[in-house]
Protein backbone atom coordinates (compact mmCIF):
# COMPACT_ATOMS: atom_id res chain seq x y z
CA UNK A 1 0.00 0.00 0.00
CA UNK A 2 1.87 2.92 -1.35
CA UNK A 3 0.73 6.48 0.37
CA UNK A 4 -1.04 8.39 -1.78
CA UNK A 5 -1.67 5.75 -3.70
CA UNK A 6 -5.40 5.28 -5.96
CA UNK A 7 -5.93 2.40 -3.39
CA UNK A 8 -6.43 4.35 0.06
CA UNK A 9 -8.83 6.89 0.62
CA UNK A 10 -7.99 10.61 2.07
CA UNK A 11 -9.50 9.45 5.06
CA UNK A 12 -7.67 6.06 5.05
CA UNK A 13 -4.43 7.92 4.71
CA UNK A 14 -5.34 10.63 7.19
CA UNK A 15 -6.04 8.03 9.83
CA UNK A 16 -3.21 5.99 8.80
CA UNK A 17 -0.67 8.75 9.67
CA UNK A 18 -2.45 9.25 13.11
CA UNK A 19 -2.54 5.68 13.82
CA UNK A 20 1.12 4.87 12.80
CA UNK A 21 2.12 7.85 15.31
CA UNK A 22 0.76 6.58 18.16
CA UNK A 23 1.70 3.56 17.21
CA UNK A 24 5.67 4.37 16.68
CA UNK A 25 5.38 7.26 19.73
CA UNK A 26 3.83 4.82 22.00
CA UNK A 27 7.03 2.03 21.08
CA UNK A 28 9.51 4.50 21.97
CA UNK A 29 7.65 5.95 25.20
CA UNK A 30 7.43 1.99 26.63
CA UNK A 31 11.42 1.92 25.92
CA UNK A 32 11.41 3.90 29.87
CA UNK A 33 10.14 1.34 30.97
CA UNK A 34 12.18 0.58 33.49
CA UNK A 35 15.01 2.94 32.81
CA UNK A 36 12.99 6.60 33.41
CA UNK A 37 15.10 8.37 35.83
CA UNK A 38 12.77 7.74 38.44
CA UNK A 39 9.65 5.48 39.29
CA UNK A 40 6.88 7.79 39.07
CA UNK A 41 8.24 8.27 35.13
CA UNK A 42 8.82 4.54 34.58
CA UNK A 43 4.81 4.20 35.80
CA UNK A 44 3.85 7.68 33.65
CA UNK A 45 5.63 6.35 30.16
CA UNK A 46 4.48 3.11 30.49
CA UNK A 47 0.64 4.43 31.14
CA UNK A 48 1.35 6.87 28.03
CA UNK A 49 2.83 4.19 25.68
CA UNK A 50 -0.55 2.19 26.72
CA UNK A 51 -3.13 4.83 25.73
CA UNK A 52 -1.09 5.52 22.52
CA UNK A 53 -1.16 2.27 21.49
CA UNK A 54 -4.42 1.90 22.43
CA UNK A 55 -5.49 4.99 20.06
CA UNK A 56 -3.37 2.79 16.89
CA UNK A 57 -5.57 0.20 17.70
CA UNK A 58 -8.72 2.10 17.04
CA UNK A 59 -7.73 4.28 14.04
CA UNK A 60 -6.25 0.88 12.35
CA UNK A 61 -9.58 -0.79 13.14
CA UNK A 62 -11.37 2.34 11.05
CA UNK A 63 -9.03 2.09 8.33
CA UNK A 64 -9.05 -1.91 8.74
CA UNK A 65 -12.97 -1.71 7.99
CA UNK A 66 -12.81 0.18 5.09
CA UNK A 67 -9.84 -1.66 3.49
CA UNK A 68 -10.95 -4.81 4.29
CA UNK A 69 -8.23 -5.93 6.53
CA UNK A 70 -7.21 -6.16 9.93
CA UNK A 71 -5.72 -3.75 12.65
CA UNK A 72 -2.30 -6.69 13.33
CA UNK A 73 -1.92 -6.59 9.22
CA UNK A 74 -2.04 -2.38 9.08
CA UNK A 75 -0.13 -2.18 12.46
CA UNK A 76 2.91 -5.18 11.50
CA UNK A 77 2.42 -6.04 8.46
CA UNK A 78 3.61 -3.95 6.19
CA UNK A 79 7.14 -2.41 4.66
CA UNK A 80 8.80 -0.11 6.79
CA UNK A 81 8.76 2.60 4.11
CA UNK A 82 5.26 2.15 4.09
CA UNK A 83 4.50 3.63 7.18
CA UNK A 84 3.18 7.47 7.40
CA UNK A 85 4.21 7.96 10.29
CA UNK A 86 6.01 11.48 11.15
CA UNK A 87 10.07 11.28 11.91
CA UNK A 88 9.34 12.92 14.84
CA UNK A 89 8.05 9.81 16.50
CA UNK A 90 10.42 7.68 14.66
CA UNK A 91 13.92 9.24 16.86
CA UNK A 92 14.98 7.49 19.65
CA UNK A 93 15.50 9.88 22.19
CA UNK A 94 16.99 8.27 25.37
CA UNK A 95 17.30 11.27 26.92
CA UNK A 96 15.76 12.95 29.37
CA UNK A 97 15.46 16.81 28.21
CA UNK A 98 15.08 15.20 24.33
CA UNK A 99 12.55 12.87 25.71
CA UNK A 100 10.05 15.94 26.98
CA UNK A 101 11.03 18.13 24.57
CA UNK A 102 9.66 15.94 21.64
CA UNK A 103 6.51 14.42 24.31
CA UNK A 104 5.59 17.96 24.86
CA UNK A 105 5.93 19.39 21.30
CA UNK A 106 4.02 16.17 19.99
CA UNK A 107 1.14 16.03 22.77
CA UNK A 108 0.91 19.86 21.66
CA UNK A 109 0.56 19.18 17.75
CA UNK A 110 -1.92 16.41 18.49
CA UNK A 111 -4.21 18.22 20.67
CA UNK A 112 -4.80 20.34 17.26
CA UNK A 113 -4.79 17.57 15.14
CA UNK A 114 -7.79 16.04 17.51
CA UNK A 115 -9.53 19.38 18.00
CA UNK A 116 -9.83 19.08 14.10
CA UNK A 117 -10.89 15.60 13.73
CA UNK A 118 -13.57 16.10 16.60
CA UNK A 119 -15.19 18.45 14.25
CA UNK A 120 -15.21 16.14 11.72
CA UNK A 121 -18.82 15.32 9.55
CA UNK A 122 -17.64 11.59 9.51
CA UNK A 123 -19.16 10.43 13.11
CA UNK A 124 -16.89 7.61 13.60
CA UNK A 125 -13.77 9.73 13.38
CA UNK A 126 -15.58 12.49 15.49
CA UNK A 127 -16.02 9.93 18.17
CA UNK A 128 -13.18 8.41 18.13
CA UNK A 129 -11.23 11.42 18.32
CA UNK A 130 -13.27 12.41 21.25
CA UNK A 131 -12.43 9.48 23.02
CA UNK A 132 -8.76 10.07 22.66
CA UNK A 133 -9.21 13.44 23.52
CA UNK A 134 -10.15 12.54 27.44
CA UNK A 135 -7.15 10.46 27.79
CA UNK A 136 -4.98 12.48 26.02
CA UNK A 137 -5.72 15.48 28.15
CA UNK A 138 -3.46 13.62 30.87
CA UNK A 139 -0.52 13.42 28.40
CA UNK A 140 -0.59 17.52 27.97
CA UNK A 141 -0.89 17.75 31.69
CA UNK A 142 2.22 15.41 32.20
CA UNK A 143 3.82 17.17 29.51
CA UNK A 144 3.13 20.92 30.97
CA UNK A 145 4.07 19.59 34.57
CA UNK A 146 7.61 19.03 33.14
CA UNK A 147 7.87 22.24 30.66
CA UNK A 148 7.00 24.13 34.17
CA UNK A 149 9.68 22.05 36.18
CA UNK A 150 12.87 22.62 33.34
CA UNK A 151 11.70 26.23 32.52
CA UNK A 152 11.96 26.83 36.59
CA UNK A 153 15.94 26.10 36.42
CA UNK A 154 18.82 27.82 34.28
CA UNK A 155 19.89 24.12 33.71
CA UNK A 156 16.76 23.10 32.89
CA UNK A 157 15.53 25.64 30.31
CA UNK A 158 19.13 25.49 28.77
CA UNK A 159 18.94 21.87 28.06
CA UNK A 160 14.99 22.01 27.26
CA UNK A 161 15.80 24.99 25.09
CA UNK A 162 18.29 22.77 23.56
CA UNK A 163 16.22 20.29 23.03
CA UNK A 164 13.13 22.18 21.60
CA UNK A 165 15.68 23.92 18.73
CA UNK A 166 16.83 20.69 17.77
CA UNK A 167 13.43 18.94 17.44
CA UNK A 168 10.97 22.38 15.96
CA UNK A 169 11.51 21.08 12.32
CA UNK A 170 10.67 17.64 13.08
CA UNK A 171 7.46 18.92 15.22
CA UNK A 172 6.50 21.14 12.03
CA UNK A 173 6.24 18.02 10.45
CA UNK A 174 3.53 16.24 11.75
CA UNK A 175 0.94 18.78 10.99
CA UNK A 176 -0.36 20.12 7.50
CA UNK A 177 0.64 23.07 6.55
CA UNK A 178 -2.90 25.13 7.51
CA UNK A 179 -1.64 24.19 11.31
CA UNK A 180 1.56 24.64 11.91
CA UNK A 181 1.70 28.59 12.28
CA UNK A 182 -0.50 28.02 15.22
CA UNK A 183 1.72 25.08 16.63
CA UNK A 184 4.58 28.20 16.09
CA UNK A 185 2.15 30.68 18.04
CA UNK A 186 1.55 28.51 20.87
CA UNK A 187 4.92 27.08 21.49
CA UNK A 188 6.73 30.83 21.31
CA UNK A 189 3.92 31.69 23.85
CA UNK A 190 4.89 28.84 26.21
CA UNK A 191 8.72 29.34 25.56
CA UNK A 192 8.71 33.15 26.10
CA UNK A 193 11.06 33.14 22.69
CA UNK A 194 10.95 33.24 19.06
CA UNK A 195 11.49 30.09 17.42
CA UNK A 196 13.88 29.69 14.23
CA UNK A 197 12.21 29.68 11.01
CA UNK A 198 12.98 26.00 9.23
CA UNK A 199 12.32 23.83 6.82
CA UNK A 200 9.48 20.67 8.11
CA UNK A 201 10.59 17.68 8.45
CA UNK A 202 7.77 15.99 6.48
CA UNK A 203 6.11 12.78 6.93
CA UNK A 204 6.69 10.29 4.34
CA UNK A 205 10.71 10.08 4.72
CA UNK A 206 11.90 8.24 7.30
CA UNK A 207 14.80 8.44 10.04
CA UNK A 208 16.79 5.50 9.85
CA UNK A 209 16.11 4.58 13.20
CA UNK A 210 12.35 3.49 12.13
CA UNK A 211 13.76 0.33 10.26
CA UNK A 212 15.19 -0.36 13.41
CA UNK A 213 12.61 -0.23 15.46
CA UNK A 214 10.53 -1.74 12.78
CA UNK A 215 12.57 -5.31 13.43
CA UNK A 216 12.16 -5.60 16.77
CA UNK A 217 7.92 -4.40 16.88
CA UNK A 218 7.31 -6.84 14.04
CA UNK A 219 9.89 -9.24 15.20
CA UNK A 220 7.17 -11.81 16.94
CA UNK A 221 4.57 -11.59 14.70
CA UNK A 222 7.09 -12.83 12.08
CA UNK A 223 8.18 -15.57 13.38
CA UNK A 224 5.19 -16.74 14.19
CA UNK A 225 2.57 -15.64 11.23
CA UNK A 226 -1.15 -14.65 11.94
CA UNK A 227 -3.11 -17.82 12.87
CA UNK A 228 -0.71 -19.60 14.96
CA UNK A 229 -1.89 -20.98 17.98
CA UNK A 230 0.18 -20.84 21.50
CA UNK B 1 -37.54 -16.35 26.99
CA UNK B 2 -34.94 -14.25 28.29
CA UNK B 3 -35.85 -10.54 28.91
CA UNK B 4 -33.91 -7.13 28.78
CA UNK B 5 -33.99 -7.03 32.69
CA UNK B 6 -32.79 -10.67 32.66
CA UNK B 7 -29.31 -9.80 30.59
CA UNK B 8 -29.43 -6.65 32.60
CA UNK B 9 -29.06 -8.45 36.00
CA UNK B 10 -26.63 -10.96 34.49
CA UNK B 11 -24.18 -8.71 33.78
CA UNK B 12 -23.90 -7.04 36.56
CA UNK B 13 -22.39 -10.38 37.53
CA UNK B 14 -19.61 -9.81 35.64
CA UNK B 15 -16.40 -8.07 37.49
CA UNK B 16 -13.99 -5.66 35.65
CA UNK B 17 -10.97 -7.37 35.18
CA UNK B 18 -9.09 -4.98 36.82
CA UNK B 19 -10.86 -3.66 39.70
CA UNK B 20 -12.86 -6.57 40.52
CA UNK B 21 -14.87 -4.54 43.30
CA UNK B 22 -16.97 -3.00 40.57
CA UNK B 23 -19.14 -4.76 37.64
CA UNK B 24 -19.20 -3.88 34.06
CA UNK B 25 -22.84 -2.40 34.97
CA UNK B 26 -21.45 -0.24 37.47
CA UNK B 27 -18.71 1.14 35.44
CA UNK B 28 -21.31 2.12 33.21
CA UNK B 29 -19.82 0.29 30.36
CA UNK B 30 -22.76 -1.76 29.06
CA UNK B 31 -24.57 1.18 26.74
CA UNK B 32 -27.74 -0.93 25.59
CA UNK B 33 -29.01 -4.66 25.81
CA UNK B 34 -31.58 -5.62 23.20
CA UNK B 35 -33.21 -8.59 22.07
CA UNK B 36 -34.28 -9.35 18.83
CA UNK B 37 -35.60 -13.13 17.56
CA UNK B 38 -34.10 -14.74 20.45
CA UNK B 39 -30.54 -13.26 20.22
CA UNK B 40 -29.17 -10.58 22.84
CA UNK B 41 -27.29 -7.53 21.16
CA UNK B 42 -25.05 -5.77 23.56
CA UNK B 43 -23.58 -2.96 22.89
CA UNK B 44 -20.31 -1.99 25.25
CA UNK B 45 -17.69 0.61 25.07
CA UNK B 46 -14.40 0.06 27.06
CA UNK B 47 -13.27 3.06 29.79
CA UNK B 48 -9.41 3.60 27.98
CA UNK B 49 -9.20 2.23 24.60
CA UNK B 50 -5.84 0.37 25.41
CA UNK B 51 -7.57 -1.71 27.66
CA UNK B 52 -5.93 -5.20 27.48
CA UNK B 53 -8.88 -6.65 28.65
CA UNK B 54 -11.18 -5.97 26.08
CA UNK B 55 -11.68 -9.45 24.74
CA UNK B 56 -11.66 -11.08 27.97
CA UNK B 57 -14.61 -8.91 28.69
CA UNK B 58 -16.58 -10.25 25.55
CA UNK B 59 -16.44 -13.39 26.34
CA UNK B 60 -17.41 -12.97 29.92
CA UNK B 61 -20.56 -11.23 28.46
CA UNK B 62 -21.11 -14.09 25.83
CA UNK B 63 -20.42 -16.60 29.01
CA UNK B 64 -23.19 -14.81 30.86
CA UNK B 65 -25.86 -14.75 28.45
CA UNK B 66 -25.05 -18.46 27.30
CA UNK B 67 -25.94 -19.48 31.37
CA UNK B 68 -29.37 -17.78 30.74
CA UNK B 69 -29.53 -20.05 27.45
CA UNK B 70 -29.49 -17.37 24.61
CA UNK B 71 -26.76 -16.01 22.13
CA UNK B 72 -25.23 -12.81 22.61
CA UNK B 73 -23.91 -10.33 20.03
CA UNK B 74 -21.30 -8.08 22.06
CA UNK B 75 -20.01 -4.69 19.88
CA UNK B 76 -17.56 -2.95 21.17
CA UNK B 77 -18.41 0.86 19.99
CA UNK B 78 -15.39 3.64 20.13
CA UNK B 79 -17.53 6.85 20.92
CA UNK B 80 -17.45 9.75 23.25
CA UNK B 81 -20.42 8.58 25.53
CA UNK B 82 -18.34 7.13 28.42
CA UNK B 83 -16.71 9.72 31.05
CA UNK B 84 -16.36 8.59 34.30
CA UNK B 85 -19.74 10.11 35.14
CA UNK B 86 -21.30 7.15 33.80
CA UNK B 87 -20.02 5.55 37.11
CA UNK B 88 -22.81 4.54 38.92
CA UNK B 89 -23.60 5.43 42.66
CA UNK B 90 -23.25 2.12 43.94
CA UNK B 91 -19.94 1.61 41.58
CA UNK B 92 -18.76 5.04 43.86
CA UNK B 93 -19.33 3.70 46.76
CA UNK B 94 -17.75 0.22 45.54
CA UNK B 95 -14.55 1.83 44.66
CA UNK B 96 -14.14 3.86 48.33
CA UNK B 97 -14.46 0.75 50.02
CA UNK B 98 -12.16 -0.68 48.10
CA UNK B 99 -9.61 1.57 48.60
CA UNK B 100 -10.25 3.59 45.37
CA UNK B 101 -11.10 7.29 45.44
CA UNK B 102 -13.51 8.09 43.12
CA UNK B 103 -13.16 10.28 40.49
CA UNK B 104 -14.76 13.61 40.80
CA UNK B 105 -17.52 14.56 38.70
CA UNK B 106 -16.24 15.97 35.16
CA UNK B 107 -15.34 19.95 35.16
CA UNK B 108 -17.64 22.31 32.57
CA UNK B 109 -15.35 22.94 30.32
CA UNK B 110 -11.37 21.65 30.18
CA UNK B 111 -9.87 19.10 32.62
CA UNK B 112 -6.32 20.90 33.11
CA UNK B 113 -3.78 20.29 35.49
CA UNK B 114 -4.68 22.64 38.21
CA UNK B 115 -7.67 21.34 38.78
CA UNK B 116 -6.56 17.89 38.83
CA UNK B 117 -4.08 18.95 41.43
CA UNK B 118 -6.62 21.03 43.74
CA UNK B 119 -9.87 18.81 43.35
CA UNK B 120 -10.05 17.90 47.18
CA UNK B 121 -10.06 13.71 47.82
CA UNK B 122 -10.87 12.45 50.44
CA UNK B 123 -8.67 9.51 51.58
CA UNK B 124 -10.27 6.29 50.86
CA UNK B 125 -8.33 4.94 54.31
CA UNK B 126 -8.69 7.47 57.13
CA UNK B 127 -11.42 10.05 55.48
CA UNK B 128 -8.72 13.20 55.56
CA UNK B 129 -8.65 15.47 52.16
CA UNK B 130 -5.05 16.60 53.15
CA UNK B 131 -4.28 14.58 50.18
CA UNK B 132 -2.20 15.36 46.91
CA UNK B 133 -1.46 14.55 44.10
CA UNK B 134 1.63 11.84 43.53
CA UNK B 135 1.67 10.81 39.68
CA UNK B 136 -1.09 11.99 37.23
CA UNK B 137 -0.74 8.02 36.32
CA UNK B 138 -0.90 4.82 37.87
CA UNK B 139 -0.70 0.73 37.55
CA UNK B 140 -3.61 0.52 35.28
CA UNK B 141 -4.17 3.32 32.54
CA UNK B 142 -7.90 4.15 34.52
CA UNK B 143 -5.97 5.46 37.74
CA UNK B 144 -3.62 8.16 39.71
CA UNK B 145 -1.64 7.91 42.89
CA UNK B 146 -2.51 9.90 45.73
CA UNK B 147 -0.72 10.52 49.35
CA UNK B 148 -2.09 11.32 52.54
CA UNK B 149 -0.50 14.03 54.62
CA UNK B 150 -2.55 12.71 57.57
CA UNK B 151 -2.21 8.81 57.37
CA UNK B 152 0.73 9.09 55.54
CA UNK B 153 -0.39 6.36 52.84
CA UNK B 154 -0.47 6.48 49.36
CA UNK B 155 -3.56 5.51 47.64
CA UNK B 156 -5.34 5.45 44.17
CA UNK B 157 -7.93 7.46 42.33
CA UNK B 158 -9.84 6.99 39.69
CA UNK B 159 -8.59 9.84 37.13
CA UNK B 160 -12.05 11.96 35.98
CA UNK B 161 -12.28 11.08 32.34
Known sequence: MEPGSERVSERADLLLAIADDELVLGWRNSEWTGIAPFLEEDVAFSSIAQNEIGHARALYELVAEELGTTADELAF????????CSPLVELRR?????????????ETADEMRLAALKASDDPEVAGVAAKMDREEAYHRMHAEMWVDRLLSSDEGRARLSEAIDELWPYALGVLDEELRPELRQRAEERLGRKLPEVEPVPRGVHEAELAELWEEMTMVRRSAPAGTQW | MVTVDDVWAALAEIPDPEIPVISL???????????????VRIEFTPTFMGCPALEPMQRAMEAKVDELGATAEVRVVLDDSWSTDSITPEGREKLR???????????????????VQRATFRCPYCGSTDTKL???????????????????QPFEQFKTL
Not at chain 2, 28 to 36: A, N, R, T
Open chain 1, 94 to 106: LEWARTIARHWLY
Open chain 2, 97 to 115: LAGFAPPTPRPVGKLDLVQ
Open chain 1, 77 to 84: DRKPEEYR
Open chain 2, 134 to 152: ENLFGPTPCRSIRYCDACR
Open chain 2, 25 to 39: VDLGVIKDVEIEDGK
